[in-house]
């Protein structure tokens, strides 16, 4: 089951970021560096805006959804509320904000900025809705229309000389028009009001888990801050792109596997079928373990000819970093998309903001001691310890509230047979040229990916003996 629909929303979640792709190369043609770089400045606020403000609401939503299955309607007006009242908060920061940036294109750039955090925020909402019911299909074709008509709509607003702002309204627009729709099929018959018996316990959950959101964003980024202070901004450039290219894809493949297990694990844990939570858990951590170890392996031991190639040979100080930017974000998916699940099922969200907060700690002190003695490859060691410590102290804690099993013997079968490709790739890259191990190693990989599929579709019972 968990297998099945993380397919599904591999596609679902792969077209539209292969549109985003081709809206990089478009808008990087289409426009200046000067209005390329406001684009992009205004678009990481509001996704930063979107993430501490709103995300809490969307991982209770898919979190409550199946315990109030009778009371689906006064939940979603509930939640519909609390949306409306964080859309009044940012409205009104938005309006002073652009007062106090003055006159000129930053104010109605900051003024576009709320409207497409509004309509980015009631699109999330509601494909997280979708995703609550299993509705895998639907989730997809959202996510396609939003993604290429807000590449279409923006290419002809830049093209009308609207520069930043053409992109910025594209998406705007496109999610406004996906939206309308949302509010016919899911809301047209929900009375927005506050439900006292739900929102305490939305606030009880959510608030923490907002938190948590906050402090892994400063987590990810405070290595860049510290190293632009304590050592120079062109090698917090490099690690900043060495970093983004070892995390993002694997931490995208990972959420991924999420979106199809995270509502069928919450769904069997609210019906008290223990046997099934156990089993999707399973496939859970079989999957986390098989797309991290075959895309570590890949990206550890061809890291060089990757950075070179991606970032090119201005960047190519990065390939120290980014084998242990790897392997940490490998331990930091399985805490998120993993170990942090018990805290959610417990609604004991105060634990994992507490991890967090230890996580983040361990990575500041290790930074301020090691980057000013041996430079920013101490970013990346500092990257692997915090996010092993947070890991651990995430399953410490959170076996004291559900007692499930980490170590497997499918868990077990994965790593042994990961460690074995990686020797197998090790032994190659000493004997053949790099065209032929790059070759070899990419079947390597799939083939492992593929028996832990076959593993899971078959469900294989592992021998003990």
């Not at 305490?200 to 923490?208: A, E």
């Not at 199809?260 to 008290?272: F, K, Q």
Request: with cysteine; charged share 15%; proline share 2%.
């Amino acid at each position: 089951m968990v297998l099945r629909y993380s397919l599904h929303y591999l596609i679902a979640r792969g077209i539209p970021a292969l549109v985003n792709f081709l809206a990089i190369a478009v808008y990087t043609r289409l426009l200046s560096p000067d209005a390329y770089g406001r684009y992009i400045l205004v678009l990481a606020g509001v996704n930063m805006a979107n993430l501490t403000v709103f995300q809490w609401l969307r991982l209770s939503l898919v979190r409550y959804l199946p315990a109030y299955q009778e009371q689906e309607g006064v939940l979603l007006g509930t939640i519909g509320r609390i949306y409306l009242m964080l859309m009044a908060g940012v409205g009104v920061l938005g309006g002073l904000a652009a007062g106090l940036v003055g006159v000129g294109d930053w104010q109605r750039l900051v003024l576009v900025a709320v409207l497409l955090l509004w309509m980015q925020a009631w699109f999330e909402l509601n494909v997280e809705l979708l995703r609550a019911r299993l509705q895998t299909r639907a989730y997809g074709w959202a996510m396609g229309v939003r993604s290429v008509g807000a590449l279409g709509l923006g290419t002809l607003f830049i093209l009308g000389g609207l520069g930043a702002f053409g992109p910025l309204l594209g998406m705007t627009l496109s999610m406004a028009g996906v939206g309308l729709f949302f509010v016919y099929q899911n809301w047209r018959t929900i009375r927005l009001q506050l439900n006292w018996n739900q929102f305490i316990p939305l606030l009880r959950f959510g608030l923490p888990l907002a938190g948590s959101v906050f402090l892994n964003l400063a987590l990810n980024a405070s290595d860049r801050f510290l190293i632009a202070l304590l050592i120079d901004e062109g090698k917090a450039g490099i690690y900043s792109a060495g970093y983004d290219l070892a995390y993002q894809p694997i931490i995208l493949l990972f959420s991924v596997v999420n979106l199809a297990s995270y509502p069928l694990i919450v769904r069997a844990w609210e019906n008290r079928k223990e046997r099934m939570v156990k089993e999707y858990l399973s496939d859970n951590i079989t999957l986390l373990l098989a797309i991290g170890f075959a895309s570590g392996i890949f990206v550890t031991e061809f890291s060089d000819l990757i950075v070179k190639t991606v970032l090119g040979e201005k960047f190519y100080d990065a390939t120290i970093i980014v084998p242990w930017i790897v392997w940490g974000t490998l331990l930091e998916g399985i805490r998120i998309y993993h170990s942090d699940f018990s805290f959610h099922l417990t609604e004991n969200t105060k634990k994992q903001l507490y991890v967090v907060m230890c996580g983040l700690f361990v990575n500041l002190i290790v930074n301020l001691i090691y980057i000013p003695r041996v430079g920013m490859i101490a970013a990346a060691w500092s990257t692997l310890i915090a996010f092993g410590c947070a890991l651990l102290l995430s399953i410490w804690w959170g076996r004291r509230l559900i007692l499930f099993t980490l170590i497997s013997k499918k868990v077990i079968w994965v790593v042994t047979a990961g460690i074995i490709v990686l020797f197998c790739v090790k032994f190659l890259k000493s004997n053949l040229d790099s065209v032929e191990v790059m070759i070899i190693s990419i079947l390597l990989c799939l083939l492992y990916v593929s028996s832990v599929f076959y593993l899971l579709v078959r469900n294989i019972k592992i021998p003990t003996d």
